[in-house]
Structures are given as structure tokens and as C-alpha cells.
């Protein structure tokens, strides 16, 4: 479907209406709820900032209300933190501790079209979940995510969704977490599968494990989410990465920034490796950009100093703030 489609208003009434009433939803009634240096650019030691603050920002991970964010203070956020565009991901069963509709990301998108590109989550675990999908999708929304249940990942349902994003020529930002009460676990042995059966959709790996898999050296969940110390060269993203273009790394959130922080020399080869595959994103609840609410740290200026820093070929900075996610959502 053409990418410069935007429902008006009225549309947006009229198909949530003949589209939810079939499945017994009330969009209505939610959609209003508050809701070293090397030739390629990429620096081997460490090297001071010259505020290098990307022209062009696109977060790929943003959230409406975290910790009780509105959205006028998200919008508040992105011009604190110079982001032109978010992806705002709705989290629709509230696993993880938000609770986030799609209803009120296109609600927002309404009022803010060009700052949000709406993604849209529903339960892989309802029977209706395809058709929702679907509806979301003539509303206006540009991918899934955040794709987060406690389902393993070899789940037939969530292979259901993988091929709808396939068939909708759409990304998929999914949540990975091993462990008793994780999300879509066992990346190690199952996501694979799915990068050779489907090859349209783009894949945007995020969280704990996803990020774990950075490194050849796995700890057990158990042990820790949060590997620390030097990574081991031959780690699964850097394999799958190669072989699969349309498999992406969201840099956003703790997860992300640890495993890129943890190990500078090796993450400046990682970078190098796959420039077109990494997509800023912060994934940050604050409101002001500073950390005013959430401990003094803003995930997104966070992030945006560290890339600024130890990438310095420009054009590979500008991949990263903002080619690199319009390419994933456009699949180009």
C-alpha cells in the first residue's frame, strides 16, 4: 500500500467501527484513554564529542505512557531530544508493566502525523488477532511491535504474525527475553527459522537476550539479562546480521546501550560490519529529555552521545539516526 496514506479522521471512525464490531471491540470507547580509527569511519578508542548531535533523528522504540507520559509530554520528549519521528509501539496486554492501546498511538498519530508513525500490537493469544491486525492496518498503522507475550518464540501464533508483517511487507519489533517469565524465548534456536522462511519482513530484534547474543558467551538468563565485561568475537547477531539483510538491531532501552558500552573497541568492528542494520532507538521514559523522572538518565541523549562519539564517518551517523529505520519500515 502506498506509505503516503493517511486516514482522515472520518475515515478512521468509520473503518474502526466496521472493523472492531465484527470481533466484539469497542475501539471508541479506548481510543481516548490516557494511555582507534579506521577508513570506515568508526572509532577504535574512544574519541571527545563535538556535539555531533544528529540533523536527522528517528527513534524506532518509543512509548506514549511511560510512567504515566502523556502524549503531549511525548511530543515534549522528542523536541527535548531533537527527534523528528518516533515509531510509538503499543504494548497492548500491559506485559512488562505498560499498558499502551493501539487505539491511542492512532489517536495520537491523528494529532500528530507528522511526528508518529504508528505500529500496532494486539494479543497473539485472542483467536481474532490476524483480523485486528488487519484493521490496524487500514487504519493507517506501519508495522507491529512491541511483540511482547510469554510465549516461546517457536509458537505457531507468533510464526502467525511474522507471516502477516511477510505478506503486509511490514517490520516487526519483537521482544527478546529467555527465562521462566520472558517473551519469545529461544532466539538462539528458533529465529533462524523464521529469517529463511520469510524474507520480506524486516525483523527488529530488541531487549535482554537479543542483546545478550552480541557476544559468543551466553550466560544462562538465570544467571543474568545484563552481561557485562569483554565480549567474545563469533556472536550469533553477527552471523545472522550477515546473512540476513532484513534482520535489524534496535539500539534503544539499558539492554541496548550496555551491550554497545560494554566493549567500545569491539563494538566499533560491529558497526562496521553492519551499518545499515542498526536503528537508534531510546526506548526512554522521561519527560523532559534530561531524566528529570526517571534518575537523571534520558535513554535517547544517552544513546545519541555515545554513537556520536565513536562513529565519525557521517554518513554512517546518518544511517544510524534516521536511513536506517526509514529503510526497515519501507523495506527498501
Request: aromatic residues 10%.
Amino acid at each position: 500500500m502506498s506509505h503516503d496514506f493517511q486516514p482522515s479522521r472520518r475515515d478512521f471512525l468509520s473503518v474502526a467501527g466496521a472493523s472492531f464490531s465484527c470481533a466484539g471491540l469497542s475501539v471508541l470507547s479506548t481510543m481516548f484513554a490516557p494511555s582507534g580509527f579506521v577508513s570506515t569511519g568508526v572509532a577504535k578508542e574512544p574519541v571527545k564529542s563535538e556535539s555531533l548531535r544528529p540533523r536527522k533523528l528517528l527513534d524506532c522504540h518509543l512509548h506514549i505512557n511511560h510512567i504515566d507520559r502523556s502524549i503531549e509530554d511525548t511530543i515534549r520528549h522528542m523536541d527535548a531530544t531533537g527527534t523528528e519521528k518516533a515509531f510509538i509501539l503499543p504494548l497492548e496486554t500491559g506485559e512488562g508493566g505498560v499498558l499502551l492501546r493501539s487505539e491511542t498511538v492512532l489517536h495520537a498519530y491523528h494529532q500528530y502525523p507528522e511526528r508518529i508513525i504508528p505500529f500496532c500490537q494486539t494479543d497473539i493469544r485472542k483467536p481474532d488477532c490476524l483480523e485486528r491486525l488487519q484493521a490496524y492496518r487500514k487504519l493507517g498503522c506501519r508495522g507491529i511491535g512491541e511483540q511482547k507475550e510469554h510465549v516461546p518464540l517457536n509458537d505457531p501464533r507468533v510464526e502467525a504474525v511474522i507471516a502477516f508483517c511477510d505478506e503486509a511487507n511490514w517490520p516487526i519489533t519483537i521482544h527478546f527475553q529467555d527465562g521462566a517469565k520472558g517473551y519469545n524465548q529461544g532466539l538462539a534456536e528458533h529465529l533462524e527459522t523464521y529469517l529463511k522462511r520469510y524474507k520480506k519482513v524486516r525483523i527488529i530484534g530488541h531487549a535482554q537476550t537479543w542483546w545478550a547474543n552480541i557476544s559468543a558467551d551466553v550466560p544462562p538468563a538465570e544467571k543474568t539479562l545484563y552481561p557485562k565485561g569483554p565480549v567474545k568475537p563469533g556472536g550469533l547477531l553477527d552471523r545472522l546480521m550477515s546473512e540476513y539483510p532484513n534482520l535489524y538491531a534496535d539500539m534503544s532501552a539499558g539492554s541496548g546501550f550496555g551491550a554497545l558500552s560494554r566493549d567500545e573497541e569491539f563494538t566499533a568492528g560491529f558497526i562496521e560490519r553492519h551499518p545499515n542494520q542498526l536503528l537508534f532507538g531510546s526506548d526512554c521514559p522521561c519527560r523532559d529529555g534530561q531524566g528529570g523522572n526517571f534518575k537523571g538518565v534520558c535513554y535517547s541523549t544517552q544513546l545519541q552521545d555515545f554513537v556520536s562519539r565513536i562513529v565519525t564517518d557521517p554518513k554512517i551517523r546518518e544511517n544510524i539516526f534516521y536511513n536506517n529505520a526509514m529503510r526497515a519500515l519501507e523495506g527498501a
